[in-house]
């Protein structure tokens, strides 16, 4: 899943831009968008508010034409997790310009992480060659989907998932967050052939691995791994040695940011 925001002082084209860029972007993939809105989306006071503020988190208006989503969480991160599940491949976002995702900007605006200025005559190729050029935000449900969509997906009768997460404490020291180092290639290929190999084993149809490198803050997801199996018997034994392989072959380095400090993990060992 790739995301783009378009951000820009109030009244210079956001929307439209928007609209340019999701419709170039529909030929390529799924497109989801989110909008940064001072205004609701739904009246307050409706059968969905009354459904809200009699406990429920989440709610889905449910019409003839559309599905409405309404949640509690008003955050970017909640509202990405939500667009990750509905497996969408671009995320075309409106505004959040406080927000550290990557960012076209409309003229010059001060915003964090631009990726490139344009003005309100940018056309929409010009606007989905610069998201298309993005990292992927990968997330367990984009693998998950990957693993459905593999044509011999008819074979399994089990599909099993690995969710490494920062650990906030531990021997009585509190991590704020993690950091990961990587040599990018030589660990994309050490990944690929663990991959390749525990896909050779009895029984295993699809074996995807992902890893995140950079700052990861404490309860967030590190790795991910799928294991999809003919049974259950041939699933969980791949599914630990994809982690301990993981572990023991790929060239990944971390870094603890504890409340007492910083360290490399190889270091202290």
């Keep these: 899943m790739k995301v783009i925001a378009i951000v820009g002082y109030k009244k210079t084209g956001k929307t439209t831009l928007v609209e340019r860029l999701v419709a170039c972007l529909a030929r390529h993939g799924t497109?989801?968008?989110?909008?940064?809105?001072?205004?609701?989306?739904?009246?307050?006071?409706?059968?969905?508010?009354r459904h809200l503020a009699s406990?429920?988190?989440?709610t889905i208006g449910v019409t003839p034409t559309r599905s409405v989503l309404v949640m509690k969480s008003n955050d970017i991160h909640t509202?990405?997790?939500?667009?990750?599940?509905?497996?969408v491949d671009y995320v075309v976002?409106?505004?959040?310009?406080?927000?550290?995702?990557?960012?076209?900007?409309?003229?010059?605006?001060?915003?964090?992480?631009?990726?490139?200025?344009?003005?309100?005559?940018?056309?929409?190729?010009?606007?989905?060659?610069?998201a298309m050029t993005q990292p992927d935000e990968v997330t367990l449900f984009d693998l998950l989907s990957r693993a459905r969509r593999n044509p011999e997906i008819k074979k399994a009768g089990a599909i099993g998932?690995?969710?490494?997460?920062?650990?906030?404490?531990?021997?009585?020291?509190?991590?704020?967050?993690?950091e990961f180092e990587s040599y990018d290639t030589v660990a994309k290929e050490r990944i690929s052939r663990i991959e390749a190999e525990l896909k050779r084993k009895p029984g295993i149809v699809d074996v995807i691995i992902h890893h995140k490198t950079g700052r990861i803050e404490k309860g967030e997801?590190?790795?991910?791994?799928?294991?999809?199996?003919?049974?259950?018997?041939?699933?969980?034994?791949?599914l630990s040695d994809a982690i301990e392989r993981v572990k023991e072959e790929v060239p990944i380095w971390k870094k603890e940011m504890t409340v007492s400090g910083e360290y490399w993990v190889h270091d202290k060992e």
């Excluded at 497109?31 to 508010?49: A, M, N, R, Y």
């Excluded at 049974?231 to 034994?237: I, K, M, T, W």
């Design 31 to 49: 497109v989801g968008t989110i909008k940064h809105s001072q205004e609701e989306v739904l009246p307050f006071g409706g059968d969905t508010d």
């Design 55 to 58: 406990g429920a988190t989440v």
């Design 79 to 87: 509202a990405l997790r939500q667009m990750s599940v509905q497996g």
């Design 93 to 130: 976002v409106e505004g959040f310009k406080e927000s550290g995702l990557p960012k076209i900007a409309i003229g010059d605006v001060e915003a964090g992480n631009v990726v490139a200025r344009v003005d309100i005559n940018a056309n929409g190729e010009q606007l989905a060659a610069i």
């Design 161 to 178: 998932t690995f969710t490494g997460i920062v650990r906030e404490i531990a021997d009585n020291e509190i991590t704020e967050a993690l």
């Design 221 to 238: 997801d590190i790795v991910y791994i799928v294991v999809a199996a003919g049974h259950r018997q041939e699933l969980f034994p791949v």
